[in-house]
């Protein structure tokens, strides 16, 4: 049974810098989605397996980015100048496929196969 152990969550004030991290136990595509009070899960990033590819949503392009230390099989979403907006629960996701895809593909729940339990990040003004 694959487990994703999500850290890093917590309550900041906006404008401030927060970095959450994902362990999984392989090298797997891994992505963030978060969910904000009321409304659906949305996707946030993800990175290939390998490292090579980042895909970023629309709504934080120029203030997250995505990375992974393969070594230590883990993934972080470094989040920057936070907005109330960026307020929610955030899940990892992890997808066994190592093949590329279009970021159509990235952006899609049901292209994961396993999910982390969530972790909290409220920004408050």
């Known amino acids: 049974q694959v487990q994703l152990v999500e850290s890093g969550g917590g309550l900041v004030q906006t404008g401030v810098s927060l970095r959450l991290s994902c362990a999984a136990s392989?090298?797997?595509?891994m992505a963030w989605f978060r969910q904000a009070p009321g409304k659906e899960r949305e996707f946030v990033a993800a990175i290939t397996w390998d490292g090579s590819n980042v895909y970023l949503a629309n709504s934080v392009k120029g203030r997250f980015t995505m990375s992974r230390d393969n070594g230590k099989i883990l993934a972080f979403l470094e989040m920057y100048n936070l907005k109330s907006e960026d307020t929610g629960v955030y899940y990892c996701a992890a997808d066994r496929s190592t093949d590329y895809h279009r970021y159509e593909y990235y952006i899609r729940e049901d292209e994961y196969d396993y999910w982390g339990q969530g972790t909290q990040v409220t920004v408050s003004s």
């Open positions: 392989e090298r797997y595509t």
